[in-house]
């Protein structure tokens, strides 16, 4: 076997936290808030039509750009919900869900030694995507306020640009704080964007579920904004179908041709029989969106409020599916990877150590982050857990 196999470029990475922590939920038999996955159904029509797309032998290899058919329900959705008018031929490609669009993007735009700004905490699957382009990243740190939104410093983000910057990356709403980018904010980012002439991608996946009447406002509705933009999401969290990877990319042709090139060499398509069924998610009637993030912010309040009694210090998400607490308010001394290794022992629940969302994790080594995107009672029974073993 030969030795030191591993390329230089992935040196440091691990497997996922995710997959660790879904790993350990299932051999301690323990409650898993940990990744975030719902665990009831998405809409009978989307599934209905997923089989019916099979039963009809919807089994073979799908265009390059994807099922014109969920293309043209991507634009409609776009213009529907943020009035942007997107070719469906040209500007919208379907990816193996949104990871899939936010690496081809990084390997069809980058090039060695390329810097990409972004917050952190952030997704993990970015870190080393950008190392696989051989760029480099260049974190912004979020912190929480006094009123519990999560900031940054605007001279921070501005000194983060320099001659090397080619892309900002941005992720509203936000994994894993649930921040939600307001328009002050992304009004800044649009104007360093184009004082510095850079391209700008945005990962949206979480745009349906924001809480309290807040809005998820697209980086590329901003003027001069769409031609820099590309905007990434997917049908995973809308419809309660995260195992399908049925994801997308829209912008400007020449952005997302950038992206489509490198993406065809990596999937090149995926889940024929998922894509119709996907557009007919995108079709539903706002009834069904409603009852979407309506159910969500039901779960996320059951969680934070049980979080609290359980005496954490709790970031209250306003969009997402994840509730953040600060596990010093308890008086762990430790930090948040050995919380989550030693909490299904100690509670019988799974949680992710946000630490693995920072590039520094001694930023995030005491935040945990906990799943609210299941059902009231195993919500209910992993708050009374926690409290059993905290409060
Ligand atoms: N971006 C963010 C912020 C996420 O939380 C996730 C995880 N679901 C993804 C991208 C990946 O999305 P998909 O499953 O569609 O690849
Ligand atoms: N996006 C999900 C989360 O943040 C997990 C996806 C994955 O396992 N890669 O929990």
């Known amino acids: 076997m030969p030795r030191d196999v591993l390329t230089s470029k992935l040196a440091g990475f691990g497997t996922t936290i995710f997959a660790e922590m879904s790993a350990l939920a299932a051999s301690s038999g ?33 265009p390059g750009l994807g099922d014109p058919d969920l293309r043209r329900a991507i634009a409609e959705h776009h213009h529907r919900w943020y009035g942007l008018d997107v070719d469906p031929d040209t500007q919208i ?10 690496a081809g993007a990084m390997l069809g735009m980058l090039d060695a030694g390329d810097e990409v700004v972004l917050f952190e905490p952030m997704y993990d699957s970015y870190q080393a995507g950008i190392a696989l382009a051989a760029a480099t ?68 996946v979480y745009e349906h579920l924001v809480f309290d009447g807040s809005e ?7 003027p001069g904004m769409f031609e820099r933009t590309l905007t990434i999401s997917s049908g995973g ?21 950038a992206a489509r090139l490198a993406k065809q060499y990596l999937t090149y398509v995926n889940g024929a ?11 539903l009637g706002d009834d069904y969106y409603e009852s979407l993030v309506g159910d969500l912010q039901t779960a996320r309040d059951r969680l934070a409020s049980g979080l609290e009694r359980a005496g954490f210090t709790t970031y209250r998400p306003e969009a997402s599916y ?16 050995d919380f989550c290794r030693a909490l299904p022992a100690t509670a019988g629940v799974v949680a992710v150590p946000a630490s693995a969302f920072y590039m520094n994790a001694e930023h995030g080594a005491h935040l945990v982050r906990f799943a609210c995107c299941k059902q009231l009672d195993v919500i209910d029974a992993a708050v009374a857990k926690l409290v059993e073993a905290f409060a």
Do not use: C
Not at 93 to 102: F, K, P, Q, S
Not at 179 to 194: G, H, M, N, P, T
Not at 326 to 334: E, L, N, R, V, W
């Open 93 to 102: 490609v379907v990816t193996a869900g949104a990871t899939e669009a936010l």
């Open 216 to 222: 998820h406002i697209p980086l590329a509705t901003l």
């Open 30 to 62: 323990s409650i898993n808030l940990g990744q975030g996955f719902p665990d009831t159904d998405g809409p009978p029509e989307v599934l209905d039509a997923a089989i019916e797309a099979i039963r009809s032998g919807v089994n073979q290899y799908p």
């Open 273 to 283: 029989p998922f894509q119709p069924a996907t557009a007919v998610g995108l079709r």
């Open 137 to 204: 990243p260049v974190p912004v740190l979020l912190t929480p306020a006094a009123d519990g939104r999560w900031h940054f410093d605007a001279d921070v983000f501005r000194a983060a640009i320099s001659d090397r910057t080619k892309l900002i990356l941005l992720n509203t709403p936000h994994n894993p704080t649930g921040k939600v980018f307001d328009r002050d904010e992304l009004e800044l980012i649009a104007e360093v964007a184009i004082e510095h002439d850079l391209v700008v991608v945005t990962d949206e």
């Open 237 to 257: 969290k809308t419809f309660h179908t995260t195992g399908w990877k049925i994801g997308w990319m829209s912008g400007p042709t020449e952005l997302v041709t």
């Open 322 to 337: 994840f509730v953040t607490v600060d596990i010093h308010s308890i008086g762990f001394a430790g930090d948040a990877m």
